[in-house]
């Protein structure tokens, strides 16, 4: 995950269409304006995936940065468990594309004598 950085692909596109890259004028919008984005393994060995993702992404991703349970993910984001489908779904489909890893968890246990 890359946070607050400029639009490069953009940019490289600007300065590769220029007859002259080192004279090329970059628009100010791409001069100053930041995104965050999430690099995935492209379809071949030598490319990345590039998606822009929002500020609510980021914070879900950091929060899944540390080892979660289910059900420490689905309080997180505030599903119910009418949901729980979805969610496993979602989860299913982060796993697909690797930016979560899969562990054996177990739920969180009450402690003794609570």
């Keep these: 995950m890359l946070r607050d950085i400029h639009a490069c692909p953009e940019i490289l596109d600007v300065l590769s269409a220029a007859p ?14 930041k995104g965050q984005y999430l ?29 979660r349970s289910k059900s420490e993910i689905a309080q997180y984001i505030g599903v119910a468990d009418s949901n729980a489908e979805s969610l496993g779904a979602l989860l299913g489909r982060l796993l697909d594309l690797g930016v979560l890893q899969h562990r054996e968890l177990r739920e969180p246990q009450p402690a003794a004598g609570a």
Aim: charged share 20%; glycine share 6%.
């Design 20 to 33: 002259a890259p080192e004279a090329a004028e970059i628009p100010a919008g791409l001069r100053t304006q």
């Design 39 to 67: 690099l995935l393994p492209g379809d071949s060995e030598h490319t990345v995936r590039n998606l822009t993702i929002s500020g609510d992404s980021v914070r879900l991703l950091t929060f899944l940065e540390a080892p």
